[in-house]
């Protein structure tokens, strides 16, 4: 019964809301990665996508100002990740956040000394365990033009991770995946990368994927999709744990 209210709720809103052909055929072209997908996958993104807006609040600030074919493309970002998952996996959290560009957030810090300081980073994106995502919206659009690299699903995918507590690079499993394998997998990859970076060689991967596990796992997810190919060659053992977490084939 549960699942009968639910396909009636679904098919309600996507029949109440939907999203204009030319606006949707406009995120395919800017979204290259879900513009490899079959049409198939490409028409569940687009009811992804349109739950997404129906359920999740666009909060432009600074001034950004973010029409109906912005808020879209932001949408087929946001739900590549969980294409296979559901749109439950992004349940427990509401807003997202928009900066015309990267932002510095300004926080206390206590060092070994006892001494506080401000942080002062500047960051393209945020996620906030039961908060809000934070985007900058100049790196959401520069998504393509340096190959693995895509901000909403590296903030996407940190959220996945926080689903079982602080993000570790440790998402919920699925019940036929091995904790055993994957911590052995991801282990032994980030272990040869950071002796790789050590020596100086060049690395597959963005550098920044080393700052943590949890980093690992979200540059790994944005490379998984963006540059499938590139992650399958060099890191294949990451490429087919993360294949049956996102429960996709990126190709």
């Given at each position: ?8 709720r679904v098919r309600r809103i996507v029949a109440r809301h939907p999203i204009v052909e030319s606006l949707w055929r406009d995120a395919l072209q800017r979204c290259p990665a879900a513009h ?216």
């Amino acid at each position: 019964m549960f699942d009968k209210i639910r396909n009636w709720r679904v098919r309600r809103i996507v029949a109440r809301h939907p999203i204009v052909e030319s606006l949707w055929r406009d995120a395919l072209q800017r979204c290259p990665a879900a513009h490899r997908l079959g049409a198939s996958d490409q028409a569940t993104l687009r009811v992804l996508a349109t739950l997404f807006l129906e359920s999740k609040s666009l909060e432009p600030a600074k001034g950004l100002q973010l029409d109906d074919a912005d808020r879209v493309l932001l949408a087929a970002h946001a739900c590549l990740p969980i294409l296979k998952l559901g749109l439950d996996w992004y349940d427990g959290w509401h807003s997202i956040i928009v900066y015309p560009d990267a932002f510095i957030p300004r926080r206390p810090q206590t060092d070994a000394a006892g001494v506080v300081h401000q942080t002062s980073n500047v960051m393209a994106g945020e996620a906030w365990g039961r908060g809000p995502v934070i985007l900058s919206w100049a790196d959401v659009l520069n998504t393509g033009k340096k190959p693995g690299h895509n901000v909403v699903i590296h903030e996407m995918a940190h959220k996945l991770d926080m689903l079982n507590g602080d993000a570790n690079g440790f998402p919920p499993l699925h019940r036929r995946m091995d904790r055993r394998v994957w911590s052995r997998v991801f282990s032994s990859a980030w272990d040869r990368l950071q002796e790789d970076q050590r020596n100086g060689a060049e690395l597959p991967i963005d550098p920044y994927a080393l700052e943590s596990p949890a980093e690992f796992f979200a540059v790994a997810s944005e490379q998984f999709f963006e540059t499938p190919a590139t992650l399958r060659e060099h890191l294949p053992d990451v490429y087919r744990q993360l294949e049956q977490f996102y429960r996709q084939h990126p190709f």
